[in-house]
Nanobody, 126 residues
């Protein structure tokens, strides 16, 4: 049974930082693409960041470029999202996702990902 478990969310003031973690179990994702998405109240879920299976390439939505960094630790089967200079508009439930395929690419489309975590709430106060 594959599980993705996010942690690290919380309440932070604007300008602050949080580091989200997503620990995978049930299989290794060291050779799979992974990503982060978020859903704000009343809005559809949107892409935030993705990382190539080898960790060598990353991709971000424009609104977080220069502020967020995605990384993965294959030894721990964990993907991270470092979020700096947080803004109130970053408030959302953040979900990690993993591609079930091996040696794929880097993806921003939801349908490319087969496994999803339960989400962690990030709230940024002004």
């Amino acid at each position: 049974q594959v599980q993705l478990v996010e942690s690290g969310g919380g309440l932070v003031q604007a300008g602050g930082s949080l580091r989200l973690s997503c620990a995978a179990s049930g299989r290794t994702f060291m050779s799979s693409a992974m990503g982060w998405f978020r859903q704000a109240p009343g809005k559809e879920r949107e892409f935030v960041a993705a990382i190539h299976w080898n960790g060598g390439s990353t991709y971000y939505t424009d609104s977080v470029k220069g502020r967020f960094t995605i990384s993965k630790d294959n030894a721990l089967n964990t993907v991270y999202l470092q979020m700096n200079s947080l803004k109130p508009e970053d408030t959302a439930v953040y979900y990690c996702a993993a591609d079930r395929r091996y040696f794929g690419g880097i993806y921003y489309e939801e349908q490319r990902y087969s496994y999803w975590g339960q989400g962690t709430q990030v709230t940024v106060s002004s």
